[in-house]
Nanobody, 115 residues
Framework: QVQLVESGGGLVQPGGSLKLSCAAS????????MGWYRQAPGKQRDLVAS???????NYADSVKGRFTISRSAAKNAVYLQMSSLKPEDTAVYYC?????????WGQGIQVTVSS
């Protein structure tokens, strides 16, 4: 069983920065892909960014050049550095771990971009 706990969300002004962290507990395999999804009110949950153990990354077009995902194998953690934030980045952000048996999700953390 895997548990994911997010931290670092909050309120930030447009143009500001915020860093999300996700700590994973349980057995983590080298083949697991970790990532971040987000869900705005009334919308579906969409991929923001993902990263493999080897450092391969994938980003949504809307965040390319503004967000950076990173991962620490030693700490079983994944991070999302968000810069140049826009009001449309406002959403609940979910940490995700994907393996061949299925997905694990964190409880979600609110990020609000507003002046």
């Amino acid at each position: 069983q895997v548990q994911l706990v997010e931290s670092g969300g909050g309120l930030v002004q447009p143009g500001g920065s915020l860093k999300l962290s996700c700590a994973a507990s349980g057995i983590i395999f080298s083949s697991d892909v970790m990532g971040w999804y987000r869900q705005a009110p009334g919308k579906q949950r969409d991929l923001v960014a993902s990263i493999t153990t080897g450092g391969g990354t994938n980003y949504a077009d809307s965040v390319k050049g503004r967000f950076t995902i990173s991962r620490s194998a030693a700490k079983n953690a994944v991070y999302l550095q968000m810069s140049s934030l826009k009001p449309e980045d406002t959403a609940v952000y979910y940490c995700n771990l994907r393996r061949w048996t299925g997905d694990y999700w964190g409880q979600g953390i609110q990020v609000t971009v507003s002046s």
